[in-house]
Nanobody, 113 residues
Framework: QVRLVESGGGTVQAGGSLRLSCKAS????????VNWYRQAPGAQREFLGT???????DYADSVNGRFIITRDDSKAMAYLQLNSLKPEDTGVYYC???????WGQGTQVTVSS
């Protein structure tokens, strides 16, 4: 079992930035692929991007060029840098790791216009 805790959410104006963090309770964080998702009110959970153990990244078209995923295996942390935020980026942001398929509890991001 891996426990994931997201943090860093908040309210920001359109055009602003936030950095979300995902802390994992494992000494083997380096073997996990980390994915970020978000869920807007009334919508399904949406894939945003992923980072592999060897730091290859891939992003959804909707955030490519604005969001950046990084990781620090020594701290068992992953990060999601949110730039050029838009009101439609509002939602709860989750990290999800594989293998094992573990989810965090999410952190709320609200972008005001």
């Amino acid at each position: 079992q891996v426990r994931l805790v997201e943090s860093g959410g908040g309210t920001v104006q359109a055009g602003g930035s936030l950095r979300l963090s995902c802390k994992a309770s494992t000494n083997l964080f380096r073997i996990y692929t980390v994915n970020w998702y978000r869920q807007a009110p009334g919508a399904q959970r949406e894939f945003l991007g992923t980072i592999s153990p060897d730091r290859n990244t891939d992003y959804a078209d909707s955030v490519n060029g604005r969001f950046i995923i990084t990781r620090d295996d020594s701290k068992a942390m992953a990060y999601l840098q949110l730039n050029s935020l838009k009101p439609e980026d509002t939602g709860v942001y989750y990290c999800f790791v594989q293998p094992g398929s573990f989810w965090g509890q999410g952190t709320q991001v609200t972008v005001s216009s």
